[in-house]
């Protein structure tokens, strides 16, 4: 298989993803089947071109090897957002892109010399200069906490609908009943 290093691959079996540049060799990726497909041989190669597929579910399966379909912007598996204080790309890459995908044009349109959605790269851009600038830790906790609980909020619509649903229909059941009895007292 062949990805970009900054590209995240599921790595022991498990839903892990890491960046390519962290593999090394006797890992272990999550495969398509039942053999186990361990890491032999790492080379770097040059292709002319990319491919930025994205999914549903965030994954991509090429050769029984399953894939992120996201990048780490971080070089590591994990955004810190404050030390001490970390979560994963591939959720946050997964949860983001969902929210954007869901409000970007049913017409998709890729950039020719980046492949990537034009819906996402000024995003991606965004995030990119908050996280490699040297911003003050309130600058980035002003921008991701709110981004996150959005992003929680949706990932948990996605995830769960039907115990949103459930959740709503028990809290307007209740708000309901608590405004009747009012007016009868």
């Known amino acids: 298989i062949e990805l970009s290093s900054d590209h995240m691959i599921f790595v022991n079996n498990n839903h892990r993803a890491i960046p390519a540049s962290q593999l090394k060799l006797g890992d272990t990726l999550l495969s398509g089947g039942k053999k186990v497909n361990a890491v032999t041989k790492i080379q770097s190669v040059m292709r002319k071109g990319q491919f930025a597929p994205l999914t549903k579910t965030g994954t991509i399966l090429v050769n029984d090897v399953y894939s992120s379909v996201y990048v780490s912007l971080t070089n590591s598996e994990f955004l810190e957002i404050i030390p001490g204080l970390s979560i994963s790309m591939q959720w946050v890459a997964h949860t983001f892109t969902t929210l954007l ?3 970007a044009s049913s017409e998709e349109q890729y950039n020719k010399e980046t492949g990537l959605a034009n ?28 981004g996150l609980v959005i992003g929680f909020i949706f990932w948990i619509m996605n995830t769960y609908p039907m115990i949103l649903l459930l959740v709503s229909a028990v809290y307007f059941y209740n708000k309901k009943r608590v405004g009747n009895k009012e007016k009868k007292d």
């Open 119 to 146: 819906w996402i790269e000024t995003p991606l851009k965004f995030s990119t200069w908050i996280l490699n600038s040297q911003r003050s830790i309130l600058l980035r906790l002003s921008i991701f906490i709110p």
């Open 101 to 103: 995908q869901k409000c």
